[in-house]
């Protein structure tokens, strides 16, 4: 199995091109060892809220270990602080706007038996022929996109990430074959647009897999904070904590259309 190319780019300009050409940007040692040692220790202690749709097995049952934990900012100050780490952040604001925000954050420890997935898109709002995505006159913009913060470092067994860059334009669904894997360091991260197709494989080691999850978007798309229906609610010192980038971040915005 092939990894795919991890090449950070200095230039902010040039980390937004890597996202309109193959799908992804990579930003290398995001979170120093400290941060990811703390975010680790945070996700142990987090059980999940039937109502917020969170999926937590004990190990004790015979399926294999599964904690995903939505409004992960909601729970604990580590997991706010990463709203807006230094390199991920600009991306999105980069490819969203200036008044991006965040549709949702998840906590996501998977154990040794976790199962490959189906390879998948997440969302694709714009769907155009072939040819037409060829031409370079057409730059379909990126709605949503997602950043995986890794907590480990990451290797076969452990069930890496695969992708297939550049099918972010493509209309059929790629074969296995064309899969590329991410092997990068714990605290490196990841940053996606939602509609290249990717999974993710199988644990087939002997520890837990460690990630975090943060979705972006153009204003425009809802934020995905569950139990809806007006049940969610912040937690009073999160909003205590938010400097302006975070509150905005988190749905603070100028009234606008549709306010």
């Given at each position: ?32 060892a400290d941060r990811v040692a703390e975010l680790k220790h945070r996700m142990d202690l987090l059980t999940g809220i039937p109502d917020s749709f969170d999926r937590d097995h004990d190990e004790k049952t015979d399926q294999f270990f599964q904690k995903h934990i939505n409004n992960a900012f909601n ?185």
């Amino acid at each position: 199995m092939t990894s795919a190319p991890l090449v950070y780019h200095p230039e902010m300009e040039d980390q937004i091109e890597a996202m309109h050409a193959i799908g992804y940007a990579y930003i290398p040692r995001a979170l120093n060892a400290d941060r990811v040692a703390e975010l680790k220790h945070r996700m142990d202690l987090l059980t999940g809220i039937p109502d917020s749709f969170d999926r937590d097995h004990d190990e004790k049952t015979d399926q294999f270990f599964q904690k995903h934990i939505n409004n992960a900012f909601n729970r604990d100050r580590a997991f706010f602080d990463c709203l807006d780490v230094d390199g991920v952040i600009d991306i999105a604001e980069g490819v969203h706007g200036s008044d991006c925000h965040v549709i949702g954050m998840t906590a996501w420890v998977t154990g040794p038996g976790r199962p490959d997935q189906s390879l998948h898109i997440d969302c694709k709002l714009i769907s155009l022929p072939d040819d037409i995505t060829a031409d370079p006159r057409v730059r379909i913009p990126i709605f949503i996109t997602t950043a995986h913060f890794y907590l480990n470092d990451m290797y076969e067994e452990l069930g890496p990430t695969k992708f297939v860059p550049g099918t972010h334009v493509k209309q059929d669904r790629p074969a296995p074959s064309e899969e590329l894997r991410i092997l990068c360091n714990a605290g490196d991260a990841i940053i996606f647009r939602s509609e290249i197709w990717h999974r993710g494989t199988a644990n087939t080691s002997d520890e837990k897999r460690y990630l975090l999850q943060v979705h972006y978007a153009q204003r425009m798309i809802t934020q995905k904070f569950p139990p809806y229906l007006n049940k969610f609610q912040f937690r009073p010192e999160v909003l205590e904590w938010t400097s302006d980038r975070q509150r905005r971040l988190l749905g603070g915005h100028r009234p606008g259309a549709y306010d």
